[in-house]
């Protein structure tokens, strides 16, 4: 009998990005070992783990020292035919190496297990999948999106409803359909703070069926999941990003909720994305593939106009008699205080109302509406999205601000420190200005959460007032608490930021209020405005979800904007649409995404001339490719010029054609790999195809 080999992928950071490594296959495992396995093997001086990705009996090169496999971790592939072909895709796709994403893609507590011990049954029949079944009567525009995505086996297909439109229960009845054929479905969301309120009401329909995946799992809690899936237990995996993953097999459904929100791009390590991902694991498994959202990126929608997606609207609320919320634009200019309008003339009123320094960002129209809600015995949100006290500290003196040591941003100040939200360095606020010397001379400038729940005490003294931001939700079960408390009626006002605006459904609000909308629109990103636009309609969805009528107040220094333009025009779907239709234009012209392959390449290091000369050099060498249609742009400094002490510049690169665009990243990546740029200037690259955030 010959000797048997196996190539195998291994958790390193290898270029090209399928970089197997050959393992000589003991005869003990010779009869038992399949691809998609997962075992214990040496690699270098560690002992590790890898996937079998290939096996074969041509020996390698006699001067090449093969080792041999260990023991395998389990007696089944952890992963399918399919399965690896999808990962072998996205690695290829995102330039990644292919054990780093198979890293990605199985949960430590499945890789870092100890072979054989690993306890698990595969069911012995075939598992009875129980439906409770809803009351609920769908609408036509409903009904006739489930009926046309389920007679159509696979493909893409986006799903566009106006907030409270009943998307949810079109993907049940979906899911539904897909169960009854033996088949199983993934359920993505973009947030792991949505996932106990979809889980619960998919287990309400679907009981002892969902498996939850997500990042703030405990171990043993994602190991029982993975395994329930795995064995077939359960045939729905419904979580954030990392369910993507989730080993099921015979998918029928995929289904991304909320599609266009940016939580789906990881932005760290394997910089995937897990929409565009999963309509890559739909191709593979020709299955369905829903899209769902309020307000839909820019990218589906030139999908759907191409002819690569099905398009189905969902115009009114699901809710009978439920209408969209009235909206109501707030010029914060004319709120301005009158000392700030007539420098060094202060105008008092004995008679008049007690004030707070953080009247301004609560307009007198917005406070009126909060004291009519109040006295209705309603719900209010406000929403802000900025953490803190305010946005930052100057001295009154000279004008000197409080930056962090380790980012190029300034200190926010909180109500006991002064925080850096990147880094988490922290410190309190001096006695006396660095600079000046004046002493006690800082005031906060701008407004944060903590400030907004500040300003209501002070004018709603009765008012139960709760905040929603990272401050105060340091696990789970804080971000449950909350939530519970206000969907029960605890608190009369949630203060919060983004974490507000996606999904939630609290049948007692009536008042949404947004303090500072233009927050945002000024980044430099391309994406600004559409970014803007989603998160405000978002938020804006939360009021008058159940029968009660809705109001949203939105407060801006720029009403004119044609992101608030739009915003005041979106009763129906149509202002949205013709918002989005504005910006492919642009982006055609500009030569961007989804007319264009766009990638940041991004460089960082503690010497920031070094770094510069990193990225001009591989600008350089990028434009002397000459490659026809790619676009070089950079190299600049990042928005975050430092960040956690590290300096970093990008260059931008672009282009209409695929093949170029790839192999341009593919050669600079070899001359990468070969270590010429980190070893001479201490500098990292990082690659991000297909960029989500600019910073």
Not at 94 to 116: F, K
Not at 278 to 297: D, K
Not at 369 to 396: H, P
Request: aromatic residues 8%; contains cysteine.
């Amino acid at each position: 009998m010959s000797q048997l080999f196996a190539d195998v992928a291994v958790p390193a950071p290898f270029y090209p990005w399928k970089t197997l490594f050959t393992y000589r296959v003991p005869e003990l495992l010779a009869g038992s070992l399949a691809n998609g396995m997962l075992v214990r093997l040496n690699f270098g001086r560690r002992d590790t783990w890898g996937v079998v990705c290939k096996q074969h009996s041509t020996a390698p090169d006699a001067k090449i020292r093969v080792k041999e496999l260990g023991t395998l971790l389990l007696a089944h592939p952890a992963l399918s035919e399919r399965r690896m072909r999808f990962l072998e895709r996205i690695a290829e796709h995102y330039l990644h190496p292919l054990g780093l994403v198979i890293e990605a893609a199985l949960p430590a507590p499945i890789r870092t297990g100890t072979p054989r011990t690993l306890a698990y049954e595969f069911p012995t029949s075939p598992v009875v999948v129980k439906v409770s079944p809803s009351d609920k009567v769908l609408n036509n525009e409903q009904s006739q999106a489930h009926k046309s995505i389920v007679e159509s086996p696979q493909g893409s297909h986006l799903l566009w409803g106006v907030t409270g439109s009943g998307k949810t229960e079109v993907y049940l009845r979906v899911i539904e359909d897909v169960l009854a054929r033996g088949q199983s479905a993934l359920i993505l969301v973009p947030e792991i703070a949505l996932t106990p309120l979809l889980t619960e009401r998919f287990e309400s329909r679907f009981p002892d069926q969902v498996a939850t995946f997500h990042s703030a799992q405990t171990p043993k809690k994602l190991r029982e999941a993975w395994f329930d899936v795995w064995t077939g237990r359960k045939r729905i995996a419904l979580g954030a990003r990392s369910a993507l993953f989730a080993p099921l097999e015979n998918l029928g459904v995929i289904v991304v909720d909320e599609e266009h929100d940016g939580s789906y791009k990881q932005e760290e390590g394997f910089r995937y994305n897990a929409r565009d991902a999963a309509l890559m694991l739909a191709e593979i498994y020709e299955c369905r593939c829903v899209l769902g959202s309020a307000t839909p990126s820019a990218e589906s929608l030139a999908a759907a106009r191409a002819g690569r997606s099905t398009l189905y609207r969902l115009s009114d609320r699901a809710v009978r008699g439920a209408q969209l919320p009235e909206l109501t634009l707030v010029d914060l200019k004319k709120s301005l205080p009158l000392q700030s309008k007539i420098p060094h003339v202060e105008i008092r009123d004995e008679h008049a109302p007690p004030t707070h320094p953080g009247d301004f960002f609560l307009s007198p129209e917005l406070r009126d509406s909060l004291a009519a809600t109040l006295a209705k015995k309603q719900q209010a949100i406000l929403f802000i999205n900025r953490r803190g006290v305010g946005s930052q500290k100057l001295c009154s003196g000279c004008g000197h601000t409080l930056d962090c040591p380790n980012c190029a941003v300034k200190l926010t100040p909180h109500l006991d420190r002064m925080v850096c939200h990147y880094c988490g360095y922290s410190s309190f606020e001096p006695s006396k200005c660095p600079q000046c010397k004046r002493e006690e001379s800082f005031i906060s400038v701008g407004i944060g959460t903590e400030g907004i729940e500040e300003v209501m005490g002070f004018h709603f003294p009765e008012a139960r007032v709760l905040r929603l931001d990272r401050d105060t939700v340091q696990t789970k079960d804080d971000l449950a608490d909350i939530l519970g408390k206000f969907g029960r009626g605890e608190a009369d006002v949630l203060v919060g930021t983004q974490m507000v605006a996606k999904g939630h459904d609290f049948p007692n609000v009536t008042l949404v209020g947004v303090l500072l909308a233009d927050l945002g629109l000024s980044v430099p990103d391309f994406r600004a405005s559409e970014r803007g636009l989603q998160l405000l309609m978002q938020v804006a969805g939360r009021a008058g979800r159940a029968m009660q009528p809705g109001k949203v107040l939105v407060q801006s220094f720029q009403p004119e904007h044609p992101v608030f333009q739009a915003l005041s025009q979106s009763s129906g779907l149509t202002a949205y649409k013709d918002f989005l239709s504005d910006e492919l234009v642009k982006r055609h012209l500009l030569n961007y995404p989804p007319f264009a392959s766009l990638a940041l390449i991004r460089f960082d290091g503690l010497e920031e001339k070094l770094v510069e000369q990193a990225a001009q050099n591989a600008a350089r060498a990028l434009f002397r490719l000459q490659a026809p249609g790619l676009q070089v742009l950079g190299p600049t400094d990042s928005p975050l010029s430092k960040l956690r002490g590290r300096y970093r510049k990008q260059v931008l690169i672009k282009s209409p054609d695929e093949r170029v665009f790839r192999k341009s990243l593919e050669w600079l990546l070899q001359g990468w790999s070969k270590g010429q740029l980190e070893k001479r200037f201490k500098t990292r690259m990082f690659i991000d195809v297909d960029p989500v955030q600019m910073l």
